[in-house]
């Protein structure tokens, strides 16, 4: 039996060994033409499996949800608020999903109606083309019609890995100008199965 030392020297050696396996898998990044953002559907169900297992098959591939982000989508009312990212390789004519982010409908742990972002995914070749910020806000203006609709704000909270929260953190500014305000943040330690701790983030949408 591993003693409690013993458990986080391996959750450490883990860590590190995920770290070292991103850098050395660095995927080439591939000019994308006419990307676009769209509500998901149904039939975009088996596009997204195959982004989720190209995504985190780099990392671990015990991360991988498979069929379970599809019923999550069913049975928290995830269409209204998942969107699908779509684009050309440079040079060819087929339009193909690079992207999604999934949401659905949760509560809070005070048992407050939220929506819950899951997933965010894009292809490893198609980063640092600005596609990732494009679909968030297409989000956010989902989300923002729904506050509309209901005469008040929509909670929207969500757990980070490290690199998502770069991306949370990149963009800060442009969130609050969008009407994205923080009101909630707290570490949750070894949250993922590989060890990872999550920064969970609570936010107000108006």
Do not use: C
């Not at 949370?168 to 060890?195: F, I, N, S, T």
């Amino acid at each position: 039996m591993l003693s409690l030392f013993g458990k986080a020297k391996k959750r450490k050696r883990l860590k590190k060994k995920i770290k070292e396996k991103r850098k050395k898998e660095k995927a080439q990044i591939i000019k994308f033409q006419n990307i676009k953002v769209k509500n998901m559907t149904k039939s975009d169900f088996p596009n997204l499996l195959n982004i989720e297992r190209k995504v985190y098959t780099r990392e671990d591939p015990d991360l991988i949800q498979g069929q379970e982000i599809i019923e999550d989508i069913k049975e928290g009312n995830g269409l209204e608020y998942s969107v699908a990212l779509s684009a050309k390789r440079k040079g060819q004519d087929e339009i193909e999903m690079i992207g999604y982010i999934v949401a659905i409908d949760d509560e809070t742990d005070e048992g407050e109606p939220s929506v819950y972002l899951e997933d965010i995914a894009v292809l490893p070749e198609s980063q640092g083309q600005g596609a990732g910020w494009k679909m968030f806000k297409e989000f956010v203006t989902k989300l923002k019609t729904k506050a509309k609709s209901q005469e008040k704000p929509v909670l929207l909270d969500i757990h980070l890995r490290e690199n998502s929260q770069a991306f949370m953190e990149k963009h800060k500014e442009d969130l609050e100008k969008l009407g994205v305000k923080l009101v909630e943040e707290a570490l949750v330690a070894d949250y993922y199965d590989d060890g990872e701790d999550a920064l969970y983030q609570l936010y107000e949408v108006k």
